[in-house]
Every structure is written in C-alpha cells, then in structure tokens.
C-alpha cells in the first residue's frame, strides 16, 4: 500500500500485501472477540498475537519502501514538493476519512471493540492515530522525510542508520511524539523496501532463507515466555520481524507466477479497501449479532471474518462504480508515475 495506484508487475508484492491484510484483520478481529467476551483467552491465542505482532505491519512498510522506490523519483526539492503534497492527499484523505468513522464507531460501541479511545476527536487524530490506520499517518512521515536512492551506498547508510534509530523507538522522549517514535521504529522497514528494489531482477525463492526463517517459532516461543535475559527486547522484536517477514517474502516468491491471474488482480484492488473498513464492518456484524441474542463464537467468527473481507470489497467496488466516492480510498488512483516499471 502507499503506492497502490501505481501499475504493479511483481505479483509476488500483491501475494505479500494481502497476506500482511489477512494477519492484520485477523489480529484485530480475534483481540475485539476476547475483549466483548465472545471467545476466551488461551495460551495459544496470545502466543498467534504475540507472533503476528513481530512481523505483520513491518511486512506493509517493506511493500511500501519497495513500490516507493520502484515507482517515484524524489532528488530534488521540487520533486520532494510534488510527492510531499500528492502523499499528504493519498494517504491523507482516506486516514481522516476513516479514522473518524472508527472514532464514532468506538465511542458508540465501546464494548464490542478491542481497544476504546480515551483522547479528545482532534487530538487523537493529530498527534495519537487509532489503530489501524496509525500505518498511513506514519507512513506519510517516512515518505516525508526519505528522498529516494540513487545509488546502494546511499541505500547501504540509510539502512544502517535506520536500524541504528530503531534502538530508541521506545525512549520516552521519542515515543512520546507519535511520529517520531513511529518512524523511528518502522524506518528500518520501510528502508528494507527500498534497498530490495534496489537489487529487484535477482530476486527468486530462496530454500536457504525459508528455512532460516522458520526460526521465528522457536524465537517466538522463547519470547512469549519471556525467557529473553539473555537478549534485548529490542533485538528481539528485530530479529522476529526479520525472521517473520522473511516466511512470507519467501512463500510469495515461490507462489510468484503459481497463483492464477484473478487472485493477483483481486488481491492488488481489494487489500487497501479491506484493511481500511475492515474494523468497521467487524464491528458492525458484531453489535448486530449481539443485539440478536446471538453468541456462539463460530457464528461469529465465520461471519465476522467473511464479513470483513468480502463487505469491504463489495463496498469499494460500489463506492468504484460511483466515481467520486472512491477518491475517500484511492484520491490518486489515476495518477501517471515518474519512474518506469
């Protein structure tokens, strides 16, 4: 996402981003299920949470940095101009746009969601994003403060100092200012996009690195149990993202050229409406399914879940065929790149 007007001809990126979606959803999904009493907490739920949580929203920012890096040319201070402004629209219209609804939805329905929203309406907006569209409001930042690379020594240093500000995404003083913790925190992974672009037409399916990546369980077990004396909590986070990210870079470089046309097409059109409204329609499907009485968990997580994905997808393709309603998704969607595929 972040530049999904653009023109995509590595499917693999599509495989990745909705695959990122479908962990995202189903992370929201299961938290508000526990948190309305609908389904109990278990080991192995907050162990799914914990392990998600170390690599899914870093898997969004690396398909960001990459289609960045692919599809725009900013050098100058004009073009930084240009793409400042037409990001501050792209990302911009649909954070404001949706944030408020979830805002309403979450002061109206307080008891259905999985976390409540305790600022004022314009605070929260400016300065503490709700989840999940914190990702847009950091994302505008980083694409802010990044200029494009011209050559793998700029990329190599950005990506050292990247992971350098990592180490102190959760200072005080940083993480007390949301965007600076945030781009602190999610940089390296954005950079990480960037420098794979960079080396794009030697990209294949790796057996070595899927198989390396298959450390993220152990990892993530040790972690759940908070046996990490003898690693840092943020080498740690580091090390599951990376390992995380790697299990589903691997998998959809082996799926590349595998997965039929239609998914690749579906999947580059609906992850955007899907992660935006998502909550939303979750969120309704289980204020209506409470008010009936009803409470059993598979009813709810057969029609939450599908509810989530398709309700989103037919609604954009409503608001699609109506024109003017989808510039609330895509406000750019028609926009010409500056760098060729």
């Not at 007007?5 to 990122?20: H, L, M």
Request: glycine content about 10%.
């Amino acid at each position: 996402m972040g530049e999904g007007g653009a023109e995509n001809k590595d499917p693999w990126i599509d495989i990745v981003k909705w695959a990122a979606c479908m962990l995202v959803l189903s992370g929201h999904f299961f938290q508000s299920m526990t948190k309305s009493g609908i389904m109990g907490e278990n080991a192995i739920y907050r162990w799914f949470i914990h392990t998600i949580y170390l690599f899914h929203v870093p898997l969004f920012f690396v398909c960001s940095g990459y289609l960045y890096q692919k599809n725009s040319v900013v050098t100058t201070l004009e073009e930084w101009k240009e793409s400042a402004l037409r990001k501050l629209v792209t990302l911009g219209v649909p954070y404001f746009t949706f944030s408020t609804l979830t805002l309403l939805m979450k002061k109206m329905f307080h008891s259905s969601v999985n976390e409540e929203i305790s600022g004022g309406f314009w605070q929260t907006l400016l300065l503490d994003p709700p989840s999940p569209y914190w990702y847009l409001y950091v994302l505008f930042f980083l694409f802010l403060f990044l200029p494009t690379f011209k050559s793998g020594k700029q990329a190599g240093a950005t990506l050292a100092f990247s992971v350098l500000i990592y180490f102190f995404h959760q200072n005080p003083q940083v993480k007390g200012i949301y965007f600076l913790g945030g781009v602190a925190h999610r940089a390296v992974w954005f950079a990480a996009g960037m420098c794979l672009c960079l080396c794009r037409r030697e990209i294949k399916f790796d057996g070595k690195c899927l198989g390396l990546s298959f450390l993220l369980f152990p990892l993530s077990i040790i972690g759940y149990n908070k046996e990490m004396q003898w690693l840092p909590y943020m080498l740690y986070s580091l090390a599951g993202g990376i390992c995380g990210s790697l299990l589903v870079l691997e998998s959809a470089f082996w799926l590349n050229r595998r997965v039929s046309e239609r998914f690749i097409l579906f999947s580059r059109k609906n992850t955007l409406p899907v992660f935006l409204m998502h909550t939303i329609f979750a969120a309704g499907i289980r204020t209506v399914l409470l008010k009936m009485g009803i409470t059993g968990m598979g009813i709810h997580a057969a029609a939450g879940i599908s509810g989530s994905i398709f309700l989103p997808v037919a609604a954009a393709e409503v608001m699609r065929r109506s024109g003017w309603l989808y510039f609330f998704v895509h406000p750019n969607v028609g926009r010409k790149d500056r760098r060729a595929g």
